[in-house]
Structures are given as structure tokens and as C-alpha cells.
């Protein structure tokens, strides 16, 4: 029963997109340095910071830049979509028992803390690189399963969603690191505006309001404007307002069998139409069975099912796309060798690896926790070096960091060398360690192994 749960349709589909949006991501990165650093530049500037779009009501202006638009506005949507997840996985998946938690969550803090700690260490000679301490915390889940699925079906399921829900739990982290370190000076009347919508929002959960149309009214004109001008990143709205969002069905499970049944029986005995066009009966029953199905559903998972192919697919590369572009001007090894960057790649190779290998070894150690199924710790020492792909999350808290400046150019190039490092080592490590074992079944059954 345990295997047939982690092979369920919900959890192959999200890697799946996971995975192919992981390598569109790396399309987009390599086109957005490549595009910055040829003779188009200028256009690439043009595009992304200098047209300026929106709109003004009243007294409110939102009148900015595509890239301001996109690291405000569509990443707020992306941090909506990891606000359903979360919730999802705390209600009833990788995160919903102690037992199912207790690996990747103590992992994932791992996996924050000691990345932020070396990172300090070595940017400690100047406290204006401090400001970077957050970049190397953070885990980009749809490039670590887009590399992973490279390796094929030698990587077993369990891992990767051993990956997937302490990536969530990373996010989690990030969420709040980017709440509660990484704002400006916070406007509390605005903020209590925003938590006024917010109010609104729960008491509409708690009412049964199911219309996500009404969700989505209140939570753009009410909490995320709210949010822009409080100081307080916009993202957490998107964070905060998935969390309002209704994860309960109208009907029961039996209750939509039995009543699907019966219209399934109703819809066979209507006498056809003479032509294509359904009947009004026939037209009347499926709109009912419409309604049911809606019924039958949460509206949570109609949201994450709808919405994570959109950010997968569309709103991850554009933010690639407009973040990625670093302009290569003067010694690109005095980039690489500064605190900044330095920080970073001991952060994301080393902390993330230390931190969530030496803290999953604890806690299976001591009895705390235990292994997924059919998971070696090798593989867990290879995940551990593939949670150290940062790229658009720790590009995100980059900008948030440092502006767009100087620091921020060199600590992408920071986040480009570590994950790419991360990456190399990680895929390394579960190649090897995969073939190892292979090796080791084919010896022990030899039949078995000439047969496969």
C-alpha cells in the first residue's frame, strides 16, 4: 500500500512537471546570459527595466517595470501556488504526521542554518555583505528534479520525493526568512490593512465560500496592494492568502458516487438526438454532473492543479529570464573570489550538503526518524548535494538582498558556480551509488540480473 501511495497519479504528475520545467529553467538561464552578455544588452536593459506598465487608481500608482512586475507581482503568484503545497503537505502528505515530517523538516533546517552560518563566517570582513546571509539558504526544487530525471529510473521515487517535500519545508523557511529579515521599513497601518483582508478571507472559509474567483478579488485588491505598500515583501500575501483557501469538499465521497451514479443511469436512458447536438436533458445532466464534480473537489487542490503548470512553465522562466542576466564587465575571477560569492558557494556546496546529510545521519541515528523506503544514505548524501542547486530562489533573495547593484551581480555569479558544482557532485554521487547497488542485486541474483 505504501509504494502504490508514492506512485499515486497527484505525486508523478507534480514531478513530472517539476522535472520538465526544471530543464525549460535551464534553457532560460543559459539564453538570459547569453542574451546580457552579447551586443543586444542594451535591449535586454530596455525590455525588462526600462518599459514601465500598469496602472493608477486613485491614489494608488503601480505604474513599474516588467522586472519590478515580475518579482513582485508574478512571484507572488508563484508563492501562492508554494502556500497551497505547504498546506496540502501539512494536511495530508509529506509534512501531515510527525513521522512523515520529522526527516525532511529536520533536514531542511539543516540545510538553512549551516549555509547561512559559513556564509556569515566568510563575510564577516565586511558587514555590508552580511546582508547575504538568506541567498544560500534557499533550494530551487524544479532544477534538482530536472536534473535528477536525467538519471532516469535509477533514482528511486522515494528519493525524489524525499526532495520534494524538503524543498517544501525549505520554502517554508524562506517564506518566513524573507518576512521577517528581508523588508523595509514596515508601514503598520497598511499592514493591518492587509491583515483586515486577510481576516476577511478566513471568516469566508469558515462561512463555506467556495468561489475562487471571490478569493482572488479580495486577496489582489485587498491583501497584495495592501502588502506593496506596508513594506513587507508582496510574496508573503501570495504565502498568506493560499493558506485561507478553503481544503475541505462540499459533499461527501459517498454521497458524489451515489449521486453520480444515479445521473450516469439517468444520462444512458435519455433517447438520443437525431443529431450531433446533445439533447437539453442531456445537456442538463452534464452540467449537473459539472456541479458535482466541482462539489466533490477542494478548492485548495482545483487551485495547485491549475496553477502549478502556470508557474512551472511560464512564470519560473520569465523570472529566469529578466534575474539571469548578468553582464560580465571587468575580471570575472575577482567576481568569483570575492566574500560575496565566496560565501555563497561555500554556503550552498558545503553548508547544504553538511546540513542536510549530517542532520538526516542524526536523527536516523538516534532513532528519530527513518529512511524512505529503498533509500541508501549515499542517495541521501547526493540529495543533500542537489538541494544545494539555488539558482531562481536564491536569485530571488538576491534582489531582495542587495538591489540591483554591484552585490547582486557578483552574487549571481556566486549562485551560477555553486549550484552548478552542487549539481555536478550531487549527480555524480546518486549515478555512482545507483550503479553500485545495481551491481550488487545483479551479483546476488544472477538470473534475475541477465534476465533484466
Known amino acids: ?24 529553467l535551464i534553457g532560460c538561464i543559459i539564453m538570459a ?35 519590478h512586475w515580475i518579482n513582485d507581482g508574478l512571484m507572488a503568484v508563484f508563492f501562492f501556488t508554494i502556500g497551497l503545497e505547504i498546506k496540502r503537505e501539512i494536511m495530508d502528505g509529506e509534512l501531515s504526521s510527525v513521522k512523515k515530517a520529522s526527516l525532511p523538516i529536520a533536514a531542511a533546517i539543516g540545510g538553512m542554518v549551516v549555509p547561512a552560518v559559513l556564509y556569515t563566517l566568510v563575510a564577516a570582513q565586511n558587514p555590508e555583505y552580511l546582508d547575504g546571509w538568506g541567498i544560500p539558504m534557499a533550494t530551487d526544487i524544479a532544477f534538482a528534479l530536472g536534473l535528477m530525471a536525467m538519471l532516469g529510473k535509477r533514482v528511486n521515487v522515494n528519493l525524489k520525493i524525499f526532495l520534494m517535500a524538503l524543498a517544501i519545508a525549505d520554502d517554508l523557511g524562506a517564506v518566513m526568512v524573507i518576512a521577517i529579515f528581508y523588508t523595509e521599513t514596515i508601514d503598520y497601518m497598511e499592514l493591518l490593512t492587509g491583515g483586515s483582508f486577510i481576516l476577511v478571507l478566513m471568516a469566508a472559509n469558515y462561512l463555506g465560500v467556495r468561489r475562487t474567483l471571490f478569493y482572488g478579488l479580495v486577496g489582489f485588491l485587498g491583501v ?82 491549475a496553477l502549478h503548470p502556470i508557474t512551472i512553465y511560464f512564470i519560473l522562466p520569465i523570472f529566469a529570464l529578466s534575474n539571469a542576466g548578468i553582464r560580465i564587465e571587468g575580471s570575472l575571477m575577482e567576481m568569483i573570489i570575492h566574500p560575496i560569492s565566496i560565501g555563497i558557494i561555500a554556503g550552498l556546496v558545503l553548508g ?61 555569479v556566486g549562485i551560477f558556480l555553486a549550484s552548478i558544482i552542487a549539481a555536478v557532485i550531487g549527480m555524480v554521487i546518486l549515478s555512482v551509488g545507483k550503479r553500485e547497488v545495481e551491481r550488487g542485486e545483479a551479483e546476488r541474483h544472477p538470473a534475475r540480473g541477465g534476465a533484466e
Request: glycine residues 8%; charged residues 20%; proline residues 2%.
Open 352 to 412: 547544504k550538503s553538511i546540513g542536510v546529510s549530517l542532520v538526516s545521519g542524526l536523527m536516523v541515528r538516534f532513532k528519530l526518524a527513518t529512511l524512505p523506503e529503498g533509500v541508501t544514505f549515499r542517495e541521501i548524501i547526493g540529495v543533500s548535494f542537489m538541494s544545494g542547486i539555488g539558482f531562481t530562489m536564491s536569485i530571488f533573495i538576491s534582489e531582495l538582498a542587495f538591489g540591483e547593484g554591484e552585490y547582486n551581480q557578483i552574487a549571481k
Open 224 to 305: 497584495w496592494i495592501a502588502f506593496i505598500y506596508s513594506g513587507v515583501h508582496a510574496t508573503i500575501a501570495g504565502v498568506l492568502i493560499a493558506f485561507t483557501i478553503p481544503a475541505r469538499t462540499k459533499i461527501s465521497r459517498m454521497d458524489f458516487v451515489e449521486r453520480l451514479c444515479e445521473l450516469s443511469a439517468d444520462l444512458a436512458r435519455d433517447t438520443p438526438s437525431k443529431s450531433k447536438l446533445l439533447t437539453q436533458s442531456q445537456v442538463k445532466k452534464l452540467a449537473e454532473i459539472e456541479d458535482l464534480s466541482d462539489k466533490a473537489n477542494t478548492p485548495l487542490q482545483q487551485l495547485e492543479h
Open 33 to 67: 546570459m547569453i542574451w546580457a552578455n552579447s551586443g543586444f544588452y542594451d535591449l535586454y536593459q530596455y525590455i525588462w527595466y526600462d518599459i514601465k506598465v500598469g496602472f493608477v487608481l486613485g491614489n494608488i500608482d503601480m505604474v513599474s517595470s516588467l522586472h
Open 1 to 24: 500500500m505504501q509504494a502504490q501511495s508514492l506512485e499515486s497519479t497527484s505525486i508523478k504528475r507534480f514531478i513530472n512537471e517539476e522535472t520538465i520545467g526544471g530543464l525549460i
